[in-house]
């Protein structure tokens, strides 16, 4: 899947859930079956929560994981075997950009909400 057919399939959850109460609560409940749903494959591993913000000019952005954060026994044997150093880059590349891309969908999402503003 693109980053614009993911964008496009989670513009339609945010857009259904806009119109579907009942669709709504099952998305905060169980994102990660919804979001599949919508034929996104997402890895087993992958842990989801949906934040509802309560005020319509209100985003809530999360910050990743302190890098000063003890590393977990897979990568101390990527540590130990020499690579981690391109391996861990290369991983805060990719979860950089998927932050950003992710920033970015719900910026959007948002800007679509609640609509340009009026001159």
Excluded: W
């Amino acid at each position: 899947m693109t980053q614009n057919e993911y964008q496009i399939a989670l513009g339609k959850i945010y857009d259904r859930c806009a119109q579907d109460k009942v669709f709504r609560k099952r998305f905060i409940a169980d994102p990660k079956t919804v979001i599949q749903e919508q034929g996104i494959d997402l890895p087993s591993h992958l842990k989801f929560k949906v934040v509802e913000n309560q005020k319509p000019n209100a985003l809530t952005l999360h910050l990743p994981p302190k890098p000063d954060q003890e590393l977990s026994d897979e990568e101390l044997e990527s540590v130990a075997g020499g690579s981690s150093l391109s391996t861990m880059t290369s991983f805060m590349v990719q979860t950089t950009s998927t932050i950003a891309s992710a920033i970015d969908a719900a910026v959007s999402v948002f800007a679509h909400s609640v609509g340009s503003p009026k001159k």
